[in-house]
Nanobody, 121 residues
Framework: QVQLVESGGGLVQAGGFLRLSCVAS?????MGWFRQAPGKEREFVAA????????VYADSVRGRFTISRDNAKNTVYLQMNSLVPEDTAVYYC?????????????????WGQGTQVTVSS
């Protein structure tokens, strides 16, 4: 069992930035960020392999968001720049059962409780 705790969400104006953090009870896994806006299904945002050498992004955030990790701190980050109102959602951190990122969009075994990000226009 892996416990995940997200933080760093909040209210920001369009064009602003936020950095989300996800502290895990273990850093031995590939990790991902997902988000769910009101009335919409949860969607993939970004993922990173255990080594950090492989990253994948959704088209909607590529070039604006950066996923990274510090395994010494058991922490994964999501740096979000140039935020737009469409980025408003609850953001979830998730961990896969393995270290490689063979299937970045599925296969996540453990999930955090989420952190709210609201972008005002």
């Amino acid at each position: 069992q892996v416990q995940l705790v997200e933080s760093g969400g909040g209210l920001v104006q369009a064009g602003g930035f936020l950095r989300l953090s996800c502290v895990a009870s273990s850093s031995n896994y590939a990790m991902g960020w997902f988000r769910q806006a009101p009335g919409k299904e949860r969607e993939f945002v970004a993922a990173i392999s255990w080594s950090g050498g492989n990253t994948v992004y959704a088209d909607s955030v590529r070039g604006r968001f950066t996923i990274s990790r510090d395994n010494a701190k058991n922490t994964v980050y999501l740096q979000m720049n140039s935020l737009v109102p469409e980025d408003t959602a609850v953001y979830y951190c998730a961990a896969q059962g393995g270290q490689l990122l063979l299937r970045p969009y599925v296969g996540y075994k453990w999930w955090g409780q989420g952190t709210q990000v609201t972008v005002s226009s």
